[in-house]
Structures are given as C-alpha cells and as structure tokens.
C-alpha cells in the first residue's frame, strides 16, 4: 500500500515571500500520479497542480510549482509571492496508474498554510 | 465545468435515526463516484468507491452496512448514514471521475454531519 507524508503540521509566510511544503510517498509502482490539493476555510477540495511520474519536468502553474524528486520520493510545492487567499490546508495527493487502485487518491496528513499580511 | 454538488449541506440528526447524502455531477457523467470521511483538521480517508449499475468497492474497516451507498445513475450517488450515533459525526465529500486524463476527481462541496 502506498503512504503520503506531509511532515510538516503547519507553516506561516508573509505575503509576497515563498515557502515551499514538503511531502514524501512510499510506493513500489513505477509509474503514477501526484497531487498537491488546496483545502481553504470553505471545505472545498481544489486541486492546484498536479505531476504524472515519468516526465521529468517538474509542473507549474503560475505561482505554484514542484520539485518532483522520483527517486527520493519527493513532491514539494513551492508558493511564490504568497497571497492572502493562498491560507488553507494542503494536501499532497498519490494515485496508482494501474492496477485495483487506479483512480483512488491516497492523501497526506495535510499542511495549514497562513498567510499574514 | 465539472461541478459536483452535494446535499444537505449541514444535517443534524437524532441518535438511531438514518440520515442520506446526495452527490451530483451537475455537468458530466461520472464514471466513478468516490466517498471520503474528514475529522476537524485532519487528512480525508476514502470510504468507497461506487460505479454506476454496480456494487460499492469498501475500504478496510467501513461497515457496509452502516454506510450504504447507492450510485443509480451517471450523475447521482447517495451515501446513507444508518442507525446514525454520535461517533458518526463527521464532514463527508464526495467526488466524482470522468475517467479520463489522470482520472482527475472533481469534489463536492462537502456535508456536516452532526448526530445528537
């Protein structure tokens, strides 16, 4: 079974500065899926990006990115330019690309994020 | 597009009494509906996932029978909380798959449970 670790509880930034959320997974497929979800005050899940295991290239999308370390087994999500709405709790996500779990997500813990002006 | 709704948004219910959660595709068919269970700050952990026409998939440690969940149709899923006792209070959110790229799941808005 695969496992998603988010070891850190909660993080703070000011806005306008970086931070990055750090996530680790365990699997022994070769081939799947990440995700990193943004959970804000509302409850609704949102994804925010996401990395399929055999490109190389780590994702962006416009302030967020990743550095995706397969052989660590490594998925961070940097944050540039922090923004008020960005505070949330965030959630690294794992799905297999085949198998009986095809399509189920395994999540992490979860990171609060809070922004402050 | 790819909007998933769910209701009630909130329910309060007596102990003992049974409780249902409706889950909408608004915009697509879903090949696959997922449920999750969500403590106060804590991760989601899936229930089951329900395929149109077919039985529900449970994870290791749900009770079936307690949660019973219905997919009748491409669009409509329903989870129902049976004989519902406080320890059953939880937020539940659903979500639904087009079963396409990445198999992306698309999630409702979510439901506050409260069993007094």
């Known amino acids: 079974a695969q496992t998603v670790t988010q070891s850190q509880p909660e993080m703070s930034v000011q806005e306008a500065e970086t931070v990055t959320l750090s996530c680790t997974y365990d699997t022994s497929e070769s081939n799947y899926y990440l995700f990193w979800y943004k959970q804000p005050p509302s409850r609704q899940m949102i994804l925010v990006i996401r990395q399929e295991a055999y490109k190389q290239q780590n994702a962006t999308e416009n302030r967020f990115s990743v550095n995706f370390q397969k052989a660590a087994k490594s998925f961070s999500l940097k944050i540039s330019d922090s923004q008020l709405g960005d505070t949330a709790m965030y959630f690294c996500a794992f799905m297999s690309a085949g198998g009986t779990s095809y399509g189920k997500l395994t999540f992490g813990q979860g990171t609060i994020l809070t922004v402050h002006p | 597009g790819a909007v998933v709704s769910q209701h009630p948004s909130r329910v309060i219910c007596k102990s003992g009494t049974s409780v249902k959660i409706e889950c909408r595709s608004l915009?697509?068919?879903?090949?696959?509906m997922f449920w999750y269970r969500q403590f106060p700050k804590k991760s989601l952990m899936l229930m089951a996932t329900s395929n149109e026409g077919s039985k529900a998939t449970y994870e290791q440690g749900v009770e079936k029978d307690k949660f019973l969940i219905n997919h009748a149709s491409l669009t409509l899923s329903t989870l129902t909380v049976t004989s519902a006792h406080p320890e059953d209070s939880s937020f539940y959110i659903c979500?639904?798959?087009?079963?396409?790229?990445?198999?992306?799941?698309?999630f409702g808005p979510g439901t506050r449970l409260t069993v007094l």
């Open positions: 979500s639904a798959s087009l079963g396409t790229y990445l198999n992306e799941q698309f």
């Open positions: 915009d697509f068919q879903a090949t696959t």
